[in-house]
Nanobody, 115 residues
Framework: QVQLVESGGGLVQPGGSLTLSCAAS????????MGWYRQVAGKQRDLVAT???????NYADSVKGRFTISRDNAKNMVFLQMNSLKPDDTAVYYC?????????WGQGTQVTVSS
């Protein structure tokens, strides 16, 4: 019953911003490392950013300087603030997290950047 649920995706114009949220439910335990990944249909799911429980952050080069990952351990949530969006950012964005030695994935939220 442990689930990760993303929200906040949508259609934005190039240069616009979106904030994605991911909430863990079905558990009283907090996640360890959490992250955001994205995937275009037919292609590999790629890392966007990760953040540990203690705040250590890693970004993909393609989003560094534009995206910011953060988390709220008390609420078991992770966020992705996306600025200066480009058409190449269009993808399904997935939240993931480690719990009980298992990677868990959300269902994904679509982000489309288009004029």
């Amino acid at each position: 019953q442990v689930q990760l649920v993303e929200s906040g995706g949508g259609l934005v114009q190039p240069g616009g911003s979106l904030t994605l949220s991911c909430a863990a439910s079905g558990t009283s335990f907090s996640m360890n490392t959490m992250g955001w990944y994205r995937q275009v249909a037919g292609k590999q799911r790629d890392l966007v950013a990760t953040i540990t429980r203690y705040g250590t952050i890693n970004y993909a080069d393609s989003v560094k300087g534009r995206f910011t990952i953060s988390r709220d351990n008390a609420k078991n949530m992770v966020f992705l603030q996306m600025n200066s969006l480009k058409p190449d950012d269009t993808a399904v964005y997935y939240c993931n997290g480690w719990l009980a030695g298992i990677q868990r994935w959300g269902q994904g939220t679509q982000v489309t950047v288009s004029s």
